[in-house]
T-cell receptor
Framework: KAGVTQTPRYLIKTRGQQVTLSCSPI?????VSWYQQTPGQGLQFLFE???????NKGNFPGRFSGRQFSNSRSEMNVSTLELGDSALYLC??????????FGPGTRLLVL | SQQGEEDPQALSIQEGENATMNCSYK?????LQWYRQNSGRGLVHLIL?????REKHSGRLRVTLDTSKKSSSLLITASRAADTASYFC????????????FGAGTTVTVRA
């Protein structure tokens, strides 16, 4: 089975712009979670989607949003980018809870 | 705040030695998982231990869980250069089995 894929792998944006990241889960997995990893804050949970519904959201401002499509693919969007949004964004999929399988991440740099 | 705290922050060992790292957490859990991350890439799942289990093995990995102390340890035996990575513990709460709360991680360097 193919693993979790994330696109793009690297991204450079400027402050104030918006960005959309994409995640394709492992075939058959209906749960997709997003995490932000920074040197200062470590790995933090952003949100999780299951069958197109957001089940939980982490402690992030409303500029961070996401969605899931009927084929379980997910996107996350960050609007009005700030320097502090520079991070590695990781997507993970699972059947429903339990072990999560992570993609390689999208490294976002905000200038 | 993060649910898990790991100790030590960094560890440097010689190839062939064992590496032990610890994770402490704050609230009751459903399970605890360990992940490995190489050089800022994606995380790889290593092992999951449920709250009613005390010890699990997987190859050269041994994980223990002490729910009374709210702590877990990961032991890597006979380390190899390829074990050089950051190791994270992640807790899953009973009420929320799809959200991982990660510790800060332990960076392990295995010297040849």
């Amino acid at each position: 089975k193919a693993g979790v894929t994330q696109t793009p792998r690297y991204l450079i944006k400027t402050r104030g712009q918006q960005v959309t990241l994409s995640c394709s889960p492992i075939s058959g997995h209906r749960s997709v979670s997003w995490y932000q990893q920074t040197p200062g804050q470590g790995l933090q949970f952003l949100f999780e989607y299951f069958s197109e519904t957001q089940r939980n959201k982490g402690n992030f401002p409303g500029r961070f949003s996401g969605r899931q499509f009927s084929n379980s693919r997910s996107e996350m969007n960050v609007s009005t980018l700030e320097l502090g949004d520079s991070a590695l964004y990781l997507c993970a999929s699972s059947l429903s809870g339990g072990v999560q399988y992570f993609g390689p991440g999208t490294r976002l740099l905000v200038l | 705040s993060q649910q898990g705290e790991e100790d030590p922050q960094a560890l440097s060992i010689q190839e062939g030695e064992n590496a032990t790292m610890n994770c402490s957490y704050k609230t009751s859990i459903n399970n605890l998982q360990w992940y490995r991350q190489n050089s800022g890439r994606g995380l790889v799942h290593l092992i999951l231990i449920r709250s009613n289990e005390r010890e699990k093995h997987s190859g050269r990995l041994r994980v223990t869980l002490d729910t009374s102390k709210k702590s877990s340890s990961l032991l890597i035996t006979a380390s190899r250069a390829a074990d050089t990575a950051s190791y994270f513990c992640a807790t899953v709460l009973p009420s929320n089995d799809y959200k991982l709360s990660f510790g800060a991680g332990t960076t392990v360097t295995v010297r040849a």
